[in-house]
């Protein structure tokens, strides 16, 4: 790789970065070129030698989600360590990232739902389907184990997995001072848990 190229894909995560910043300290309505570039340091005209042009960014963000979270959790799932073990790695893992990457549920759920673009629309589709499939692909393991309540059905558990992007963020704004992930994780899972036990083994 050339110190050009190696330049050039540092300074799209730069502007990937200042994306996600702008949109979780000042909202969506202020991403705007301008803004961008003075997060970033640089030319309005320099951000676009980088990317074509907002969709573009937004695409290029829907691909590190994909590749830094999804495959990831994807090798969680189809992994052969206890169900139990998946599922709270599986979790915590989302969580961090979410964390992490302050923004992208605002930046997935509203812009990229909502704009006209359906190329755009479909990654984000591919990207949630793909979640719920490794979520039920755990919760099935652990109730063919017997561990968890077989008469679940797994894709409506699944959906409350889903609701993670949403709740967490509530829960980021309602204690933005005392949040503590780790303490968030062991939480969501114990109740996760609870929901799961197979009643019959737990009376034996």
Not at 162 to 183: A, W
Request: glycine share 4%; hydrophobic share 40%.
């Amino acid at each position: 790789m050339t110190i050009q190229r190696l330049e050039s894909g540092i300074r799209k995560e730069q502007i990937k970065k200042a994306v996600l910043n702008i949109i979780s300290t000042k909202g969506l309505a202020s991403l705007t070129t301008r803004n961008l570039a003075a997060e970033v340091g640089f030319s309005e005209g320099a951000i676009f030698r980088h990317f074509k042009n907002k969709k573009d960014i937004i695409s290029s963000i829907i691909k590190d989600v994909d590749n830094h979270l999804v495959k990831i959790q994807k090798a969680i799932a189809y992994s052969n360590r206890p169900p139990e073990k998946r599922l709270k790695e599986f979790f915590c893992k989302h969580v961090h990232y979410l964390i992490e990457n302050k923004g992208i549920t605002i930046l997935l759920f509203s812009e990229v739902a909502h704009m006209n673009e359906p190329r755009l629309k479909h990654k984000l589709s591919d990207i949630l389907k793909e979640q719920k499939k490794c979520a039920c692909k755990i919760l099935i393991d652990g109730m063919k184990s017997k561990k968890w309540d077989p008469s679940l059905n797994a894709d409506n558990v699944a959906m409350l997995y889903m609701g993670v992007p949403i709740s967490l963020n509530i829960e980021l704004v309602l204690n933005k001072n005392n949040f503590r992930e780790e303490h968030y994780c062991k939480s969501m899972i114990n109740l996760i848990s609870r929901v799961l036990v197979n009643n019959n083994i737990k009376s034996n």
